[in-house]
């Protein structure tokens, strides 16, 4: 019999999502986003790159204003208005103290209860090769918070205001190929396509197919798929990390 997956806890009210590039939120777990700001909680958007190495045929310093814009359009689909940029180079992050220190930073800013990141490890289910950029953010993520509640690791942030917070509860890793928590997509699934596809000029660069018609695929595919273990809901699946 198939382990059924455990609801995410719902007894929080901020959280910090921090991600590599605009898109990986939308492909990742935008339905329960949209679900969890309906219920009135505040959700902040990182994002370490702006996504100026995405698209073949448009160069960098064109391509990071354009997904920038539709990032930010994209996260209001889903309640979201606040969405921040750390500018590491989209395709060359490197994991380390920077990085850690910059989320930390953020971290302490926005004192989160939970945090939200993407599939941190080398593959995708063992079937697909992971990016060095998901690796390097998702792993520091999982670091820096721990990292934003010791006042001795970066204390120069203390200098800039930024007070130690020791209340992150949980980092929730979305795209795991060991999920062990979920949350229902039905309510937010619909505006979780609009919000995929509000990187249009991503997306179709990326592929040949209507683009609503393959946002809509994906992302209800992955949702039924992860219902088998959600009672049969639609679902976003999360490894969750208590802390």
Known sequence: MTEQLEPMPADWQRALAVVAH???????????????????RDITYLLATRGEAGIDTLEPVRCAPLREQ????SAAVVGVSRVEFLDHRDGVIEYGIGLRRDIAAAVRRHRPELVITLNHRDTWGGVA???PDHCAVGRATLDAAADAGNRWIFPE???QGLEPWDGVRWVAVAGSSTPTHAVDATAGLER?????LAHR?????????DPEAYC????????????E??????AVAFELFAR
Do not use: M
Not at 192 to 196: D, G, M, P, R
Not at 216 to 225: E, V
Not at 229 to 234: I, K, L, N, S, V
């Open 216 to 227: 809509r695929t994906f992302l209800t595919g992955n949702a039924q798929a992860s219902a």
């Open 229 to 234: 273990r959600f009672g049969g809901r639609p």
């Open 22 to 40: 605009p898109d990986d939120l939308e492909y990742g777990c935008a339905a329960a986003v949209a679900g969890w700001t309906d219920g009135g």
């Open 201 to 209: 000029t991503y997306i179709e660069a990326l592929t040949d197919e």
């Open 70 to 73: 539709e990032q930010r359009a």
């Open 157 to 159: 942030l203390t200098g």
């Open 192 to 196: 979780s396509v609009q919000s995929l």
């Open 129 to 131: 090769w992971n990016t």
